[in-house]
């Protein structure tokens, strides 16, 4: 079946970075975009952004521009999403999902999603 | 930038009642790609409903979606204990804040 498993939960002090991986399988990987949203506690859904698993492009929401880099690696149908110079307001679940766009970002859905990666940003 | 706001924020029912929650968009969106989801508690979310009103794999006829323009609705027509959750809609990179479905 179609399955995302995401890495583990991690916790991070102020201005750290976080790596989180999500590898797909069940499906032909290169079919299908990667889309990254997250979650703070109690809050509701926020997309980060798009990764394309056939050219490499790319498209972050303003709000993580400069500050989250999302990649793909087709070897091993695994996604990756960076998050750097972390704030205490980063404490969120992140969530990976397929996405329909593929090549050039547009409008979309999401599914499946990954079952989620809490990072707890810390001092 | 499109804002998607739903109501009621939080829609008390009863398991066998008619649910009717709504997704207004702050300005026009192409219906072939307003999508709802479903979230229980300390899970992922599921798709429900794409392009306005198809169903995702595996979803039940009891899920309707509909809609055009600024205005669309998710229905479930006969609620079931499962379908208590968080609901969502979505189009592009915007989603609505979540209309609560709880048991009256």
């Known amino acids: 079946q179609v399955q995302l498993v995401q890495s583990g939960a991690e916790v991070r002090k102020p201005g750290a970075s976080v790596k989180v991986s999500c590898k797909a399988s069940g499906y032909t990987f290169t079919n299908y975009g990667i889309s990254w949203v997250r979650q703070a506690p109690g809050q509701g859904l926020e997309w980060m952004g798009w990764?394309?698993?056939?050219?490499?492009?790319?498209n972050y929401a303003q709000k993580f521009q400069g500050r989250v880099t999302m990649t793909t690696d087709t070897s091993t149908s695994t996604a990756y999403m960076e998050l750097r110079s972390l704030r205490s307001d980063d404490t969120a679940v992140y969530y990976c999902a397929r996405d329909i766009v593929v090549m050039v970002y547009a409008d979309n859905w999401f599914d499946p999603w990954g079952q989620g990666t809490l990072v707890t940003v810390s001092s | 930038e499109i804002v998607l706001t739903q109501s009621p924020g939080t829609l008390s029912l009863s398991p066998g009642e008619r649910a009717t929650l709504s997704c207004r968009a702050s300005?026009?969106?192409?219906?072939?790609?307003l999508a709802w989801y479903q979230q229980k508690p300390g899970q992922a979310p599921r798709l429900l409903i794409y392009?306005?009103?198809s169903r995702a794999t595996g979803i039940p006829d009891r899920f309707s979606g509909s809609g055009s323009g600024t205005d669309f609705t998710l229905t479930i027509s006969r609620l079931e204990p499962e379908d208590f959750a968080v609901y969502y809609c979505q189009q592009g990179g915007t989603f609505g804040q979540g209309t609560k479905l709880e048991i009256k």
């Open positions: 990764s394309s698993t056939k050219n490499g492009k790319t």
């Open positions: 300005q026009s969106v192409s219906s072939r790609y």
């Open positions: 392009a306005t009103s």
